[in-house]
Structure formats: C-alpha cells, structure tokens
C-alpha cells in the first residue's frame, strides 16, 4: 500500500493532474476491473502465467506435530535410590551432542540402616570363617616330609581351598554392595533435551535424569476426520508456522479411533535439521485419485469479497479481472484450482496482493 501511494503521489505531482483518468497510477474502475499501469507492474513485480489444466492428484490437507523418533528418543532414569555424582567429564548440558554409551553420570546406591547393618554383618562373618581356615590348614600339612601325603589329607586340603575361593567371591561381593558405584550411560546418540541432576542430589528409582533425541530422524503426527482421506497416500509435505517446508514418506495410520479422529504418522526425509519437537505444521498429503486443475502458487489466492478465493486474469495490457474459484491444496508451495477459470486465461502468479489492494 506505501508502495502504491507512492506511485500516485508521483504521478500526480509530475503531471499536475489528480484526475482518475489521467493520474496513472492503480485504481479500481465501476465494474470492479482494476487498471494497473504498466509502470507500476514493473516495480512492484507482477508477472502472469497461461492457465492450462494437467492431471493432478488428490490433496487434503492435516494439522500436526513435530515428534521425535522412538528408535532416536532416549530417557535415563535412576535404577535404584541413590546419589548423583558427575562422571570423568561432568554433567553433559543442555544441546551437547553425546554418544551412545558414554558415561553422563554416576548413581551412588543409598542403602538403608537394616540393609547395611546386614552386609556388615555378612562381612564380619566371611572374614571369621576365612580366618578359620588358616589354622586347620596349617594343622593338616603338619607331617613327616619323609612321608607323603596321605589321600585324606590331600582331598581335606582341596576342599580347604575350594571353601577359601568362595569365600573370597563372597567378600569381594560384599565389599562392592558397600561401595557400589553405577555408571549411567547414554542409550541412544543424540543431543540433550533435559538434564535433571547436580552434583550430590538424592534420586528415586525411575526418575527422569536425562533425555535424549537425535534431531535427525523425526516424525509427524497427524489427525484425519476422513478415513477415506487417509488410505492410499502416495506423499506429503509439511510446512512448519516460520514456512520452512518438510518432505516426508508416510509410515502408516492407527486403527483405532481417537477422539473420532485417526492417527497417522510420517517421517521427515527432507528438512528436519533446526526443527523443534512439538512445533506445529499444517500437512499436505497427496493421494492416489487424480483430478484436473490449474496448478499455481498459493500467492496467486487472494481473499475477495465475502472473504472468497479469487485469483486475478491480466484481460489486457493494463487490465485485471478476478475471479471466484474454487482451489484445493496441491502441496505446500501450491494449490489447484478446480473451477471458475478456463484454459488459456494469463492468470497473476506473482504481485497479485497489491491488485488485490487496489480500491
């Protein structure tokens, strides 16, 4: 509009003339044509294009979301109560690239009074039976050494042995349950999206530590009210609110029912790098039925009156004409008209919302 009365106040000014009919500049005449010189075409960048219908498939058109990829969403939580320390790194934040398996913390167990009262008890207990053990071995290898070792002696001193082995592997249990420490792993490659924990804090079992995504393998959930709509999609695109547009291949839908919607889920082959989980988008599925239209940009769409789709015919060199359509969604850069326009017709593609404009 600051463009357009620009243009006016120009013409005006150099020829002197604020007549309607000699002021060259964009109006709208008595039948609703609007006259646009060719001067201001130029600057404000209409172009045309000859309308011509070609077979295209069927579009409907779905809202959904930005959702990460169960096989690349990774939750940590704690095993067991227990102490959080950090690892040879420290805590991983937020954004920070990890890879599976590295080590983001350590879970300290807490054990309870009775329970540690029980493993010291068990570990005073190993260590008296071992102690015993000493005296009976030494009272068995007390012979002659002109004298061997009777049979006896020999299987007494084996199971001796035997007895000491397991109670090392018993000891050395005890002395880690005492002294336990667990290292927490990442499950999945992928950046950080939550980090609930410092250096000391005391965690339940199952409480959410870390959450972890990999921002290259997300999917879209939509709703469909049409199950016809729903079967057979060949493809679709997204487009997030920002206009960044999203390729996707559909993996398939519910067959259940929710809320007398149905469930359909899609994964981004094209674009999905900078995309936050849980961002809105409106989908554009292609299906399998064709129908003929005239393909154009949905720019070239305009609201007229009675907040009408109507797209602007160039009639002559400076003469523009709208027209009532009826358009369906073709994909997300485009739409197919489908009625009010006929072959050959020079349609506006580009500039048609300063026409539009035009009072």
């Known amino acids: 509009m600051l463009l357009l009365s620009a243009l006016s106040f120009a013409a005006a000014h150099d020829g002197h003339d604020h007549g309607p009919a000699e002021s060259g500049v964009p109006r709208r005449l008595p039948d609703g044509t609007v006259s646009f010189p060719k001067a201001a075409q130029h600057l404000l960048g209409i172009r045309t294009v000859v309308a011509k219908q070609t077979p295209a498939a069927r579009t409907t058109e779905f809202a959904g979301r930005v959702i990460a990829d169960p096989n690349a969403l990774g939750r940590v939580q704690a095993i067991r109560d227990g102490r959080i320390e950090p690892g040879q790194k420290g805590f991983p934040h937020l954004g920070q690239e990890v890879k599976q398996g590295e080590v983001l913390a350590t879970l300290v167990p807490t054990l309870s009074a009775f329970e540690e009262t029980q493993l010291r008890q068990s570990l005073i207990q190993v260590e008296r039976e071992m102690q015993s053990l000493v005296p009976r071995a030494e009272s068995i290898g007390q012979v002659n050494p002109n004298m061997p070792m009777s049979d006896t002696a020999v ?140 393909a154009l940009p949905r ?14 015919e160039q009639t002559g060199a400076e003469i523009f004409v709208s027209h009532k359509v009826s358009v369906a969604p073709l994909d997300a850069d485009h739409v197919l008209v489908t009625e009010g326009i006929v072959d050959g017709a020079r349609l506006v593609t580009s500039g048609a919302q300063f026409i539009n404009q035009v009072r």
């Open 155 to 294: 299987g007494m001193l084996q199971d001796l042995q035997l007895q000491s082995q397991a109670l090392t592997r018993q000891l050395d249990l005890i002395k880690s349950a005492l002294a336990q420490k667990i290292e927490i792993k990442a499950p999945v490659s992928g950046l950080v999206t939550a980090a609930n924990v410092t250096a000391g804090q005391l965690v339940a079992a199952r409480d959410t530590l870390f959450e972890l995504v990999d921002r290259e393998k997300l999917l879209i959930e939509a709703y469909s009210f049409d199950s016809a709509a729903a079967n057979g999609i060949a493809a679709a695109t997204a487009t997030t609110e920002d206009g960044r547009q999203l390729r996707l291949v559909s993996l398939g839908r519910g067959r259940m029912l929710q809320q007398q919607a149905m469930l359909l889920r899609f994964r981004i082959t094209e674009g999905a790098a900078g995309v936050t989980i849980g961002t809105p988008v409106r989908l554009v599925a292609t299906g399998q039925a064709k129908t003929r239209g005239i």
């Open 299 to 312: 720019a070239a769409v305009q609201r007229g009156s009675g907040n009408l789709p109507v797209v602007w």
